[in-house]
């Protein structure tokens, strides 16, 4: 297993912190759909713009926000997948997102690893 904590493992709890920190000012109103609908990690990278209107999100612009950031998300669960397929228990170079995408907020890479930051929120 990887060492970085996957996204799909995430609990609706994780899921409103990454919420929190990514998109502050989206959380009144995503965080009762979330609840409601018990969207946890692996729901959260399943989400499409037809799911961020459903749970209240109708601006085009932060739709595009929050897709933009779930595709950084899925990007890195499946370089974290490969890592883990083509480990074979010797020491293997690691891939992460960074390295392809310099531009990801910090943060992110922050939550990917299991850690959190509340002094990068999103503006």
Excluded at 43 to 65: C, I, K, S, T, Y
Aim: charged share 30%; glycine share 8%; with cysteine.
């Amino acid at each position: 297993m990887s060492e970085l904590h996957r996204v799909s493992s995430w609990s609706v709890e994780e899921v409103l912190e990454w919420i929190q920190e990514q998109h502050p000012g989206l959380m009144e109103t995503l965080y009762k759909g979330i609840i409601k609908h018990d969207i946890s990690g692996r729901a959260l990278l399943r989400l499409r713009e037809h799911h961020l209107q459903l749970l209240g999100v109708e601006d085009d612009e932060q739709q595009q926000e929050i897709l933009q950031d779930l595709l950084l998300l899925r990007v890195q669960e499946e370089i974290n997948e490969l890592n883990d397929i083509c480990s074979d228990g010797e020491t293997t170079e690691r891939y992460q997102l960074g390295s392809y995408f310099p531009s990801v907020h910090s943060s992110v890479r922050r939550r990917l690893k299991g850690g959190s930051d509340g002094n990068n929120k999103r503006r």
